[in-house]
């Protein structure tokens, strides 16, 4: 175990470093854990979280986006499960460390530039690393809304950001899709400065192959984006970046529903122009479930939200806006590609989010669908009551519900090596009491999802708020 100064002490009473979201400030090693119930003999690999922990206290108002990301990873082998957790040790947080002090404002005075001679080459804007990890051509990335990929190793130790060999111009977002047969990734970059939305591919290999600048008519906020087993599948929704609010102020994003919404589909390694937008009704989708093709009609899916406030007011109550954020609702799009036509279509009116599904059929038809749901009073989004899965065959929705004062992350799924059905595994999710201020980390079977946890993992001590989680099988 090492261990670190309490230096985060919320002097300011901000909200999001309260609660859940108070800064552990120690790095633990814990070779077993409490277990209560019993881990499934299959269940070999490792689960993830990513998610904002700053190393030292904000210079002024601070936002969860703001924080240095924290890798906590628990292990599953053999019927044990061990804990660990690691600071993404970014170049920017390595300055500050030097230094013993934060050096980098945050989202809400962005354009204040830390004194060169303190970050070196860090740059002036961070890159804190903090929203999901994947894993592509054997190497585990730590990725930001709009950051460079951070390699870390499967024991969390940070080795570097990584800009694939110099080709990539920018940061990327936190959704890449990875082709379970090809290899492939697929990601994007969105820009507040023109070009707005970049393309690209790597190979199984791990390397740049193409990239492609895509026209949009103004800078929106994207993201996440699908694949099908030929097509990459974009969202321009009229959620607006506006970097004039650094300095005028007013909101960051904003929703201006007559810049219209629309879904675009291209060939997965078409060029700018082979792009093909289709309107639908205004709305915004923060998360996709999964997409595919068939007879012509690429289908997709996620949370939509008609009417989303993001908030990010810069000289407004920039933590209660963000905070206040509402979900979206279980909907599926249709497009025909032969008409030129999309459809919407809500299936239910359960506020939720953080989609997922199973990875290992990325681009092609799945029946079941997982997400994070409120029907208690809604929170922040990433701190669900329930748990969700919905059967596209059926239409059917099964919930678990985690009980008064308790908070569900996202939930991955984790394929059973020997299951031969699409939802034959497990949902692993933390699951946050409030009131105790503990965490444990749940496994619940996905085809008895109604009778809650089969196991718990109970945490050394509270984990806090997270983003995204992934699960990554045990090596054979």
């Given amino acids: 175990m ?33 277990v209560t119930g019993e881990i499934p003999a299959s269940l070999r690999g490792k689960f993830v979280q990513n998610g904002p922990n700053p190393r030292f206290e904000p210079q002024g108002r601070y936002h969860m986006f703001d924080g240095d990301g ?74 930001y809304e709009t950051g460079l990929p951070v390699e870390v ?9 990584r800009d694939f060999d110099g080709k990539l111009p920018s940061g990327i ?22 070009p707005y939305l970049r393309y690209f ?33 974009f969202l321009d929704s ?38 093909i937008w289709h309107d639908i009704e205004n709305g915004h989708v923060q998360h996709f479930w999964n997409g595919w093709h068939e007879n012509g009609i690429v289908e997709v899916s996620g949370t939509f939200n008609s009417n989303p406030q993001f908030g990010m007011d810069t000289d407004g109550d920039m933590d209660d806006s963000s905070a206040s954020a509402q979900a979206g609702v279980a909907t599926r799009f249709k497009i025909d590609l032969a008409k030129g036509k999309a459809t919407v279509e809500k299936f239910d009116d359960m506020e939720g989010d953080f989609c997922r599904f199973n990875d290992e059929m990325n681009g092609v038809r799945t029946r079941h669908h997982y997400m994070g749901g409120f029907q208690d009073e809604r929170g922040i989004i990433g701190q669900f009551d329930t748990l969700v899965k919905y059967d596209d065959q059926t239409n059917g929705r099964e919930t678990w519900y985690s009980g008064k004062n308790h908070h569900l992350g ?38 008895n ?28």
Wanted: one cysteine or more; charged letters at 20%.
């Fill in 2 to 34: 090492s261990a670190t100064p309490d230096v985060v002490t919320n002097t300011h009473q901000q909200p999001f470093l309260s609660g859940q979201m108070t800064p552990v400030s120690d790095e633990l090693d814990v070779p077993s854990c409490k």
């Fill in 201 to 233: 591919v790597a190979d199984a290999q791990g390397r740049l192959v193409h990239s492609v600048d895509l026209a949009t008519p103004a800078p929106t906020m994207i993201h996440d984006f699908l694949i099908t087993d030929e097509h990459a599948v």
């Fill in 410 to 447: 996202e939930a991955v799924f984790a394929p059973n090596p020997g299951g031969a059905a699409e939802d034959d595994g497990w949902l692993v999710f933390t699951d946050h009491d409030h009131v105790e201020n503990t965490t444990d980390v749940c496994v619940v079977d996905a085809q």
């Fill in 449 to 476: 999802l109604e009778a809650g946890p089969i196991a718990r993992v109970h945490m050394p001590r509270k984990v806090p708020f997270g983003f995204h989680v992934n699960w990554f099988k045990a090596e054979a």
């Fill in 70 to 143: 924290m890798l906590h990873a628990v292990d599953f082998k053999d019927g044990s499960v061990s804990y660990k957790n690691r600071w993404i040790r970014t170049p920017m947080l390595e300055a500050e460390i030097r230094a013993g002090r934060a050096l980098y404002p945050g989202l809400a005075d962005l354009m204040n530039f830390p004194d060169p001679a303190l970050v070196g080459d860090a740059g002036p804007i961070k890159n804190p690393a903090n929203t999901h990890i994947v894993k592509h051509a054997g190497k585990f990335l730590a990725l």
């Fill in 238 to 275: 009229p959620l607006v970046l506006n970097m004039n609010a650094i300095n005028e102020g007013g909101p960051m994003v904003s929703f201006k529903p007559e810049n219209g919404t629309r879904l675009g589909v291209m060939p997965r390694f078409g060029q700018a122009d082979d792009i």
């Fill in 173 to 194: 977002t936190a959704h890449p899709r990875i082709d379970p047969v090809t290899q492939e990734m697929f990601f994007f970059a969105y820009s507040p400065f023109p």
């Fill in 153 to 161: 190793t499967a024991d969390l130790e940070t080795l570097g950001v």
